[in-house]
Each structure stands twice: as structure tokens, then as C-alpha cells.
């Protein structure tokens, strides 16, 4: 069984501030971890994914993440906030090379605000 | 990239029609689609997993005869909310997988707003 868990439902930051959205994950084998960003009455977009290659993943908008097995966590990270960056953001996981099920499954999202 | 696209984007309906949601890969093959449902400030809840050619699993909890999922051809899978309730006011968003990347990816459509009335 798998689940994720995102500390903090909302995150406020200052423009140009780091962001840190919180995740950690629960699997019984090697799992694929995922970011997804959303803004209102969108869609998900893809951020970053991990799939058991280089820990440290780099994604788009300036985003990254580090899969750290010891600690089950998965935290993404960008060392400058920008106002576009407001928006839902989902931690995601799903089984890794071996298992069976493709479904993901999601955190509950934080959303993140910029102040100016 | 790839990208998926759902139609309608959004969708108001009279209490007990039904509503059919169509999910596209546009420009590559998808062997595995999967429906979730978002309600409002909450996260997605998978509903279904749909094959090529074979029947969807659903989620404990969704019913089958209520959601008919149909998958007939690598490109298209459709969402049919049967006679649909005020409580079935949700976003409905689909997923697809493709044949060359499999499980490390999905693909996710730009969602279809539902409301019953």
C-alpha cells in the first residue's frame, strides 16, 4: 500500500524567498515520486518526477526535489519565489520499476501563496 | 509533449441526465487512462483505471453502473456519469499513459468541470 503526505495545507512565502513544500510517502517497494502543480480550474502539470535515477531531480519553473530514502521524503524546494509560482501544489507517488500499478496516488496539495 | 485533452471543459445538467466526458491523447498512444474526481479544496481520488480493449477496474466506493468508463481505442477513453445527482457536481480530470514512457509518467487533461443542477 502507498500514501502521501503533505505538511501544510497552506504555504505563504515573501517574492524571492525559498520555497519548501513539505512531502513524505509510504510505499512497500521502490516508488516513483512525482510533483504536479495546478492552477484554478486547470488541470495538473508535471513539475519533476523521480524514477530511481539521480536523487537530487530538477524540474521546470526553477523547481527541485530530493529523494531521500532514509527519511521517506520527497520535499520540494526553489530558492526564489515569483508571484507565478501561487498555485496548488500535489506530491504524488506510484509504484516503482517492478511493481504492478501505474495509478498515482496524491497528498492532499499545498497551496502556496506569494506575498509582494 | 504529449498532451491530453477532455471534452467538454465544462459541462450544467439537469438532475438525473447523463453526461459524457471524453479523454484524448493527441499525439501519442495511450494503453492505460485513468478518471479521477477533485472535489473543491480537496486533493484527487482515483477513480478508475482503464485498459485498451478490456473492462476498467474501479476504486472500492465508485460505482461501476453509475460511472461507465469505455476505452476502445488507444487514443480515446470516455467518462459516462449516469443519471447524474447535485452530489455528483465535481472536476473531473483524466490521465493517460503512454506506450514508451509506461508507468514512470502521466499525462493529465485540463479537467471538466461538472455541475448538476
Known amino acids: 500500500a502507498q500514501s502521501v503526505t503533505q505538511l501544510g495545507s497552506h504555504v505563504s512565502v515573501s517574492e524571492g524567498a525559498l520555497v519548501l513544500l513539505r512531502c513524505n510517502y509510504s510505499?512497500?517497494?521502490?516508488?516513483?515520486l512525482f510533483w504536479y502543480v495546478q492552477y484554478p480550474n486547470q488541470g495538473l502539470q508535471l513539475l519533476l518526477k523521480y524514477t530511481s535515477a539521480a536523487t537530487l531531480v530538477k524540474g521546470i519553473n526553477g523547481f527541485e526535489a530530493e529523494f531521500k530514502k532514509s527519511e521517506t521524503s520527497f520535499h520540494l524546494t526553489k530558492p526564489s519565489a515569483h508571484m507565478s509560482d501561487a498555485a496548488e501544489y500535489f506530491c504524488?507517488?506510484?509504484?516503482?520499476?517492478?511493481?504492478?500499478?501505474?495509478?498515482?496516488?496524491f497528498g492532499k496539495g499545498t497551496k502556496l501563496s506569494v506575498k509582494p | 509533449g504529449a498532451v491530453v485533452s477532455q471534452h467538454p471543459s465544462r459541462v450544467i445538467c439537469k438532475s438525473g441526465t447523463s453526461v459524457k466526458i471524453e479523454c484524448r491523447s493527441l499525439d501519442f498512444q495511450a494503453t492505460t487512462m485513468f478518471w479521477y474526481r477533485q472535489f473543491p479544496k480537496q486533493s484527487l481520488m482515483l477513480m478508475a483505471t482503464s485498459n485498451e480493449g478490456s473492462k476498467a477496474t474501479y476504486e472500492q466506493g465508485v460505482e461501476k453502473d453509475k460511472f461507465l468508463i469505455n476505452h476502445a481505442s488507444l487514443t480515446l477513453s470516455t467518462l459516462t456519469v449516469t443519471s447524474a445527482h447535485p452530489e455528483d457536481s465535481s472536476f473531473y480530470i483524466c490521465s493517460a499513459q503512454s506506450q514508451r514512457t509506461g508507468r514512470e509518467t502521466q499525462y493529465f487533461g485540463p479537467g471538466t468541470r461538472l455541475l448538476v443542477l
Open positions: 504524488a507517488v506510484s509504484e516503482g520499476y517492478g511493481g504492478s500499478q501505474g495509478n498515482l496516488i
Open positions: 510505499s512497500s517497494v521502490p516508488p516513483y
